[in-house]
T-cell receptor, first 109, second 114 residues
Framework: QKEVEQNSGPLSVPEGAIASLNCTYS??????FFWYRQYSGKSPELIMF????GDKEDGRFTAQLNKASQYVSLLIRDSQPSDSATYLC?????????FGKGTKLSVKP | NAGVTQTPKFRILKIGQSMTLQCTQD?????MYWYRQDPGMGLKLIYY???????DKGEVPNGYNVSRSTTEDFPLRLELAAPSQTSVYFC?????????????FGPGTRLTVL
């Protein structure tokens, strides 16, 4: 059974800082990962997809994947109050997505 | 495109009542999913479908039923509502399965069972 672990937070960072969100997973067969953002009272939306080891950058967001360590992270540079949300990690692969419980991020002005 | 739509947005049920949560997508996705999300928790998969006429259980299927007669629609049925089914229910769809199965979510249905 796949398991996904995330620090539930809340993680509080000042505006303009770097927010670092982490996710570990149990299934060594997972080759891809998704990061979803969920605002309070809203549905999840995809913000990052990563397939290969290393870094993937998209604007202020950088995903880092280390398959050997079974670890994936999401860095948010120049954090804005609009980034305040819960971030869910989910490994892809055969079968269906198993989501982590999410990390709640709060960016203080 | 409307994407994934869900009805109703909110519902209060009494214990023992039944209801159907509706889900429709207009993206011609083969894969559809139902999740529940309890407060402060992640998403738990209830049922999923890989195409019209094909459904399978997820992690928490007890107390629920689904059907998939068309590509567009994937209703979720609660037969005998219990307080433990109080949750927010999300329907999702994806074009692919496996490593590239980006899911698109509906706005959710908030269900309370009293």
């Amino acid at each position: 059974q796949k398991e996904v672990e995330q620090n539930s937070g809340p993680l509080s960072v000042p505006e303009g800082a770097i927010a670092s969100l982490n996710c570990t997973y149990s299934d060594r067969g997972s080759q891809s990962f998704f990061w979803y953002r969920q605002y309070s009272g809203k549905s999840p939306e995809l913000i990052m997809f990563i397939y290969s080891n290393g870094d993937k950058e998209d604007g202020r967001f950088t995903a880092q994947l280390n398959k050997a360590s079974q670890y994936v992270s999401l860095l948010i540079r120049d954090s804005q109050p609009s980034d305040s949300a819960t971030y869910l990690c989910a490994p892809g692969g055969q079968g269906n997505l198993i989501f982590g419980k999410g990390t709640k991020l709060s960016v203080k002005p | 495109n409307a994407g994934v739509t869900q009805t109703p947005k909110f519902r209060i049920l009494k214990i023992g009542q039944s209801m159907t949560l509706q889900c429709t997508q207009d993206m011609n996705h083969n894969y559809m999913y139902w999740y529940r999300q309890d407060p402060g928790m992640g998403l738990k998969l209830i049922y999923y479908s890989v195409g019209a006429g094909i459904t399978d259980k997820g992690e928490v299927p007890n107390g629920y039923n689904v059907s998939r007669s068309t590509t567009e629609d994937f209703p979720l049925r609660l037969e005998l509502a219990a307080p433990s089914q109080t949750s927010v229910y999300f329907c999702a769809s994806s074009y692919r399965a496996g490593d590239y199965n980006e899911q698109f979510f509906g706005p959710g249905t908030r269900l309370t069972v009293l």
